[in-house]
């Protein structure tokens, strides 16, 4: 999930030796001092009413990471899927849906809600400068400790906006989430197979807050955050059980048998990645409780 900006930050294929200075420092050749520098401006005198507009580069970088991540992810899960890396289990005892993976893929990266909306807010932001300055500094490698503290932000907003669309009015769930629950046993591709609204309120909406609290990210870091963001959020949906599932729980760490237990009941596990707040809010249920009933034992 990591592998780009990593990747970027090694000394033999170092960004600054494979891009134009001018792409990633805030006034390209004539700005030296490399303790300041921010993401270069279009060098074309790119203008919106006036407004001179961030070049393009870290924002390609980022959506490439989180393309990276996923490939990774994918290869990852396919061979787990068919057993090549060990026995499987099915995290529902009814067993997992069936599918033709190749059609499941196709629709999963189609979706409007999903990649589509967000590469749209991901433009945006970046582009038109609506982020923090940080954000767009090349300068230093990948901030563990912020692209933690994102992770968790991220998710405490983003486990309110998903207890608003549930509890805040009929109409508001209906518009929003409800198209996302009719998958009661989820599989990896039902990820981002949801709504326009719904997209907007629990994952756009947290993401713009999570960067105005988290201010201190360079674009490394918001990389890494975006690709372990997106790719955490997909593996949760998974049908088949992980092997570090186990060791996840024992640390309040989301698992695909977490969400299983919020898709098939509805008013438990509103978290994604983190167990936390709904541990604090009483509305945590461990997926143990149905071992040998909606669950299999050991998921």
């Not at 005892?93 to 059609?103: I, L, T």
């Not at 629709?107 to 767009?136: K, R």
């Not at 955050?225 to 959020?233: I, P, Q, R, T």
């Not at 048998?257 to 945590?284: E, Q, R, S």
Request: charged letters at 15%.
């Amino acid at each position: 999930m990591l592998a780009l900006p990593l990747f970027l930050n090694t000394q033999k294929f170092h960004y600054s030796t494979i891009f134009p200075r001018g792409w990633w420092t805030h006034r390209g050749e004539h700005w030296l001092d490399k303790s300041q520098e921010e993401g270069g401006i279009w060098e074309y005198g790119t203008e919106f009413y006036g407004k001179t507009l961030r070049h393009p580069l870290g924002l390609s970088l980022g959506i490439l990471a989180v393309a990276v991540g996923h490939v990774f992810l994918l290869i990852y899960f396919r061979l787990h899927q068919q057993q090549y890396l060990g026995k499987t289990t099915s995290i529902q005892s009814r067993g997992a849906v069936q599918y033709v993976y190749s059609d499941a893929l196709k629709n999963h990266l189609a979706q409007p809600g999903g990649f589509l909306l967000l590469g749209l807010y991901l433009t945006i932001t970046w582009v038109f400068d609506l982020l923090p300055h940080s954000y767009y500094s090349f300068s230093g490698g990948i901030q563990y400790k912020q692209v933690v503290m994102c992770l968790i932000c991220q998710d405490f907003v983003q486990f309110l906006m998903h207890k608003v669309e549930h509890v805040a009015h009929p109409k508001v769930y209906r518009i929003s989430h409800k198209p996302h629950h009719k998958f009661t046993n989820p599989k990896l591709f039902d990820a981002f197979d949801g709504s326009v609204p719904d997209t907007a309120i629990m994952i756009l909406v947290p993401l713009f807050i999570t960067a105005h609290v988290v201010r201190d990210c360079n674009v490394w870091t918001y990389m890494a955050f975006g690709s372990s963001y997106a790719n955490w959020l997909t593996l949760i949906h998974s049908e088949v059980a992980f092997p570090w599932e186990g060791l996840f729980r024992k640390f309040g760490l989301g698992t695909s048998a977490d969400h299983h237990v919020h898709h098939k009941f509805f008013k438990y596990n509103f978290g994604h990645l983190f167990m936390w707040f709904d541990m604090l809010a009483g509305t945590y249920r461990n997926p143990n409780a149905v071992w040998g009933k909606e669950f299999n034992v050991g998921v």
